[in-house]
């Protein structure tokens, strides 16, 4: 049974920075895209970022991609996501998707999901 398995999330103040690091564990989702959305308390849920399974092309919202960057180790198992200079709006439980094919935008086409690691930032 595949496991996707977050870490990194925490307690940062603004214009801090935080890495979001997802482990696949029990298989290997190697020719899955991965992505991360985040929902925050009263909110929809809302894309974050993905990045294609050869790694070679990402997708992040306008408002997002000048701060956040997305990054894959096929290797290792692993993905990871850059937060810098974080604002009190980024504020949410973030969640490490995996999906067959391309990437998307979309949550509802990702067949896997990890529990979700909280970031807190405080202003």
């Known amino acids: 049974q595949v496991q996707l398995i977050e870490s990194g999330g925490g307690l940062v103040q603004t214009g801090g920075s935080l890495r979001l690091s997802c482990a696949v564990s029990?298989?290997?989702?190697?020719?899955?895209?991965m992505g991360w959305f985040r929902q925050a308390p009263g909110k929809e849920r809302e894309f974050v970022s993905a990045i294609r399974w050869t790694g070679d092309r990402t997708f992040s919202p306008d408002s997002l991609k000048d701060r956040f960057t997305i990054s894959r180790d096929n290797a290792k198992n692993t993905m990871d996501l850059q937060m810098n200079n974080l604002k009190p709006e980024d504020t949410a439980v973030y969640y490490c998707v995996a999906k067959r094919g391309d990437f998307s935008g979309s949550w509802y086409s990702y067949d896997y999901w990890g529990q979700g690691t909280q970031v807190t930032v405080s202003s």
């Open positions: 029990g298989g290997t989702l190697r020719t899955y895209s």
